[in-house]
Structures are given as structure tokens and as C-alpha cells.
């Protein structure tokens, strides 16, 4: 079993420098990502959602127009062409007003796209989102058919996604990625499904491991072992060696000597410090996988750039995050105790990959 080496000198110097560089970032807290959770159903009931979507949510979709009435109060206070704006759910094309909507921000100057699992994105769907400015997409495909079906519960999911991106892959004038979860079930298939994805003409490509949220806390057999994940990143880093197709593990965690080997960049978890959402009930957050003791505020009594400005401190300043096993950690520096995506309801720490890829104890048992 292979486990990761020491940090290397020229690493280590590299990792220093960018966390001063992380330390101003924050100081500034520029906004660059927008997320709006715009509706909370689902044409999908995915074993691994964070969010517990349905096709029928108890919780209306937001108006557009009470969206808008933010977007308005905090475009005066930064360049829209600098803010993405990126719908989320749920599914976001449950809602028939999304390509209204992205035209509206179309003519605002803002560039926007959204995330998808694909299924209802036909033809004309896609030419209409297009027609309506359409910046970015990110398609979800979780492997070949049988293991893609088995994790979003639809027969016709694997076809409807991988349409999807046929369509995507062909149109120049977008950004997209393919976005796919790894499970034991689709772990040892993942060469094989690159070959697909490369023969398809995907050159983007994000991998990200199940984290213990929503639905996918009560299917724990999902998550990947510690030797499986060591192998993934392996995996990961072998593929961009071959450069076949650009792939990037997600924003999971610090990875240790894996550092710039799986990712493009450093990691840093950018919620609240560059990245903000508003979610389907007004509430006012980092990301929209951030737990609701975390949230900074509601649009319908707060002004959204108030709270951005003067709030999210707990995502700013991390030393709350120093306890258990942050409290000696060498790497705390750099981490600043993991995404606060994998923060639970007392803020306790989830899931640390650094201590799942270095603990070599317990990987010898697997």
C-alpha cells in the first residue's frame, strides 16, 4: 500500500506563501460565486443527496422576483461581470421561469450557469437556456449505466445525462464540467469510465467522495474506504499526468503531499469568503451545503451586502475549528480545520480526508 510522502520542502514553502495569500483573501472578502438555491424539487431521489430533494418539496420555489430585488440592492456595490451567479436545487430545471431568470441576469451583466443531473435537459431545453445567456453548465454522471441508476433511483438517468453532455460537449460558446461522485460501487470501473468520457469529447472532468449529509448520512456504505481513497487520488493524479482529460478532485479537503497533484490550486474552502448563497427559504450562507447553524442572515429581513461585509465571522476567522483532532495537527495552518461543508450540527468535524489518506494504522487494517 502506497501512502502519501512527507511534505517536501519546496511544497511546504509554496503552502506558506499561499496562505498568506489566503489570509488577504480573506481580509477582502471579494464576492466571485452566487449561489441561488432556486427550488428545492427534483425530477430524481439520489441515494447520496445532501439536500433530501423530492418531486414534490414542502418548501415553495423562491419568486424570482424577491431573487431579483437582491441581485438589484447589491449590484451597485461590485462589477456583475466579476460575480457568477449559479442556480441550484433541487434540480434547477424543475423551475419553467429558469431561462427568464437567466436572461434577466443576462441583461444585468451577469454571468450565470447552473448544475444539473441532466434528465431534463432536451434540445430545445438547452437551445433556450443558450438563447437566454447561458455562461456554464456541470452535469452529474456517476458511472456506466447500471451504477449511475442505482444511485439517482432512475432506469432512464445514465441515457438522459449522457445525452446531456453530447449536447454540452459541442457547444463552444459555454464552460462545463462532468461532475462524478465515487462510490465502492463505481470505484473500480473508474478507468474504463474515463475512456467513455474521453470518447464522448469531455475534456473537463471533477471527481468529489460522499460526505455525511442529508440523505447520504443514512447510506454510509457509500463512502469510500481509506485505502480506496488513497487509490483515488492515485488515480486522480496518474490521469493528469496523462492529459487526456482535465480532472480535478473537488473541494474536499487539504490533501496533504497531494497538494496541486489532484487539484489545479492549493486548497482552501472559499464559503463565506469568496463563494456566498442564498437558499430556498431566504437564508443567507456560505455554500448550500453548509449546515443551518452557520447560516448569517435571511434576505427578507437582512440586506444581503450588510451581512456579506460585516458577517460570517465563523468562516473567516477559523480558530474555533482548533479542538479534537485539529487541536495538534501540523497541517491546521493550511487546513483551517477542513470545509465548513463538513462541519456538523455542534460543528464538529465529519470527515477529515488528511487523516484518512495518513492514518496508516487503519489503513493496514482494511
Same mark, same amino acid.
Given at each position: 500500500?502506497?501512502?502519501?510522502?512527507?511534505?517536501?520542502?519546496?511544497?511546504?514553502?509554496?503552502?506558506?506563501?499561499?496562505?498568506?495569500?489566503?489570509?488577504?483573501?480573506?481580509?477582502?472578502?471579494?464576492?466571485?460565486?452566487?449561489?441561488?438555491?432556486?427550488?428545492?424539487?427534483?425530477?430524481?431521489?439520489?441515494?447520496?443527496?445532501?439536500?433530501?430533494?423530492?418531486?414534490?418539496?414542502?418548501?415553495?420555489?423562491?419568486?424570482?422576483?424577491?431573487?431579483?430585488?437582491?441581485?438589484?440592492?447589491?449590484?451597485?456595490?461590485?462589477?456583475?461581470?466579476?460575480?457568477?451567479?449559479?442556480?441550484?436545487?433541487?434540480?434547477?430545471?424543475?423551475?419553467?421561469?429558469?431561462?427568464?431568470?437567466?436572461?434577466?441576469?443576462?441583461?444585468?451583466?451577469?454571468?450565470?450557469?447552473?448544475?444539473?443531473?441532466?434528465?431534463?435537459?432536451?434540445?430545445?431545453?438547452?437551445?433556450?437556456?443558450? #438563447? @437566454? =445567456?447561458?455562461?456554464?453548465?456541470? +452535469?452529474?454522471? /456517476? *458511472?456506466?449505466?447500471?451504477?449511475?441508476?442505482? %444511485? !439517482?433511483? &432512475?432506469?432512464?438517468?445514465?441515457?438522459?445525462?449522457?445525452?446531456?453532455?453530447?449536447?454540452?460537449?459541442?457547444?463552444?460558446?459555454?464552460?462545463?464540467?462532468?461532475?462524478?461522485?465515487?462510490?465502492?460501487?463505481?470505484?473500480?470501473?473508474?478507468?474504463?469510465?474515463?475512456?467513455?468520457?474521453?470518447?464522448?469529447?469531455?475534456?473537463?472532468?471533477?471527481?468529489?467522495?460522499?460526505?455525511?449529509?442529508?440523505?447520504?448520512?443514512?447510506?454510509?456504505?457509500?463512502?469510500?474506504?481509506?485505502?480506496?481513497?488513497?487509490?483515488?487520488?492515485?488515480?486522480?493524479?496518474?490521469?493528469?499526468?496523462?492529459?487526456?482529460?482535465?480532472?480535478?478532485?473537488?473541494?474536499?479537503?487539504?490533501?496533504?503531499?497531494?497538494?496541486?497533484?489532484?487539484?489545479?490550486?492549493?486548497?482552501?474552502? #472559499? @464559503? =463565506?469568503?469568496?463563494?456566498?448563497? +442564498?437558499?430556498? /427559504? *431566504?437564508?443567507?450562507?456560505?455554500?448550500?451545503? %453548509? !449546515?443551518? &447553524?452557520?447560516?448569517?442572515?435571511?434576505?427578507?429581513?437582512?440586506?444581503?451586502?450588510?451581512?456579506?461585509?460585516?458577517?460570517?465571522?465563523?468562516?473567516?476567522?477559523?480558530?474555533?475549528?482548533?479542538?479534537?483532532?485539529?487541536?495538534?495537527?501540523?497541517?491546521?495552518?493550511?487546513?483551517?480545520?477542513?470545509?465548513?461543508?463538513?462541519?456538523?450540527?455542534?460543528?464538529?468535524?465529519?470527515?477529515?480526508?488528511?487523516?484518512?489518506?495518513?492514518?496508516?494504522?487503519?489503513?493496514?487494517?482494511?
Amino acid at each position: 500500500m502506497k501512502y502519501p510522502e512527507k511534505i517536501g520542502f519546496r511544497k511546504r514553502l509554496a503552502l506558506d506563501l499561499f496562505a498568506k495569500y489566503h489570509q488577504d483573501r480573506v481580509k477582502t472578502h471579494e464576492l466571485k460565486v452566487l449561489f441561488w438555491e432556486c427550488t428545492l424539487r427534483c425530477n430524481l431521489s439520489c441515494k447520496h443527496c445532501g439536500s433530501d430533494c423530492k418531486s414534490e418539496s414542502g418548501i415553495a420555489d423562491m419568486p424570482k422576483a424577491d431573487f431579483f430585488k437582491v441581485i438589484d440592492s447589491i449590484t451597485p456595490h461590485i462589477n456583475p461581470n466579476k460575480v457568477m451567479i449559479t442556480f441550484s436545487g433541487g434540480e434547477p430545471l424543475m423551475r419553467n421561469d429558469l431561462e427568464e431568470c437567466g436572461l434577466e441576469l443576462y441583461r444585468r451583466g451577469f454571468p450565470w450557469g447552473l448544475v444539473s443531473n441532466g434528465m431534463a435537459l432536451t434540445p430545445q431545453r438547452f437551445d433556450a437556456l443558450i #438563447a @437566454a =445567456g447561458l455562461h456554464s453548465i456541470t +452535469i452529474s454522471l /456517476d *458511472g456506466f449505466a447500471e451504477q449511475h441508476n442505482l %444511485i !439517482r433511483g &432512475n432506469p432512464k438517468s445514465f441515457d438522459n445525462a449522457l445525452n446531456a453532455i453530447k449536447m454540452i460537449v459541442n457547444e463552444k460558446n459555454i464552460i462545463y464540467d462532468v461532475v462524478t461522485c465515487v462510490t465502492p460501487d463505481n470505484f473500480s470501473s473508474l478507468e474504463a469510465f474515463k475512456n467513455l468520457l474521453i470518447d464522448t469529447g469531455v475534456k473537463y472532468w471533477r471527481i468529489f467522495t460522499i460526505f455525511p449529509s442529508g440523505r447520504a448520512a443514512e447510506n454510509d456504505h457509500l463512502q469510500l474506504s481509506n485505502k480506496q481513497t488513497i487509490e483515488l487520488l492515485e488515480f486522480i493524479k496518474q490521469t493528469r499526468k496523462e492529459n487526456k482529460i482535465k480532472l480535478n478532485f473537488a473541494c474536499e479537503g487539504f490533501l496533504g503531499n497531494y497538494e496541486t497533484e489532484v487539484r489545479d490550486n492549493f486548497y482552501y474552502c #472559499a @464559503a =463565506g469568503v469568496n463563494v456566498a448563497s +442564498i437558499l430556498i /427559504d *431566504g437564508n443567507i450562507s456560505g455554500c448550500t451545503s %453548509i !449546515r443551518h &447553524n452557520f447560516y448569517q442572515g435571511n434576505i427578507y429581513h437582512d440586506d444581503f451586502m450588510t451581512v456579506w461585509n460585516n458577517k460570517f465571522e465563523t468562516y473567516r476567522n477559523r480558530d474555533w475549528t482548533k479542538t479534537n483532532e485539529c487541536q495538534e495537527c501540523k497541517m491546521f495552518k493550511y487546513c483551517l480545520g477542513g470545509g465548513m461543508h463538513l462541519r456538523g450540527d455542534n460543528k464538529e468535524m465529519l470527515d477529515c480526508l488528511y487523516l484518512r489518506i495518513t492514518d496508516k494504522k487503519n489503513n493496514d487494517s482494511l
